[in-house]
C-alpha cells in the first residue's frame, strides 16, 4: 500500500466498503456478489474516524466547523472526506478530498479513495483518472492498480484493460492476493485461459463507495 509524506501520512482504509464480485471462472466470468474491500486514508487526517454512526455523524460536525474555521487545514479536510467516504456520501467525499488536494497535491491515498467515489457516483472515466494520477505518484500503490481493473471490467466492460492493470499489479507485486486472500496471478491464468488456477468462486477486492448499499 502507498506511504505517503508528514504531509501525506501512512495509511490504509481496511473499512468494509460492502459491495464486491464473486468470480466463478471456467474461462468466463460467471457470477456477481457482495464482498468487501478496502480503501486507502484511514489513519491519515485529524483523527481517526469513529465507525458508529451517530459518532460520525457528531465528528462530521466537527471538522466540517473546523475547515470553515481554517479551510488550509489539509488533514481535517482529509478526515472530513473519510467520515463522507464512510457514511455513503460521495459526492461530499469528493469536494472534501478535492480541498484536501488543492492544498497538498499529489496524495496517492487520497486520489484512491476519491476515485472510489467518483465510481460510486457512475463516474467511472472520473474514476479511472483518480486512480492513474494515484499510480503516477505512486507505481507500487497496489489498491489504485486493483480499482483500475475493476472499474475497467465490471462497470466499462473492459477485460483486456483490466487484465492487463492486474498484470500490472501483479508485476509490483508478484504475491498481490484479493480480498479473499487469493493470488491475482491465479485470477489472471484464469482470465487468460492459461492454465486452471485456484481462484474461482473467490472475492476480488472490487471497491464501490457507497457503504450504505
Known sequence: MAKSSAKQQVGKKNNAL?????????????????????????GQGSAPVQSQGNDMLGQIKIYSDRVALNPQDVNAWITLGNLYFDTGQPAKSVEAYSRSLEI????????????????????????????AKAIAVDPGHETARMNT?????????????????????????????????????????????QAPGTGGGQKLLAPLGNPAN
Open 18 to 42: 460492502v459491495y464486491g464480485i464473486v468470480i466463478l471462472m471456467a474461462g468466463a466470468l460467471i457470477g456477481v456478489a457482495f464482498s468487501t474491500a478496502f480503501h486507502s486514508t484511514k
Open 104 to 131: 497538498s497535491p499529489g496524495n496517492p491515498n487520497v486520489l484512491t479513495d476519491m476515485g472510489v467515489m467518483h465510481r460510486s457516483l457512475g463516474e467511472f472515466q472520473k474514476a479511472l483518472d483518480a486512480f
Open 149 to 193: 481493473g475493476i472499474v475497467l471490467l465490471y462497470d466499462l466492460g473492459d477485460k483486456e484493460g483490466a487484465i492487463a492493470a492486474w498484470q500490472d499489479l501483479v508485476r509490483v507485486n508478484p504475491r498481490a492476493v484479493n480480498a479473499n486472500g487469493t493470488p491475482i496471478a491465479d485470477i489472471l491464468r484464469e482470465m487468460t485461459g
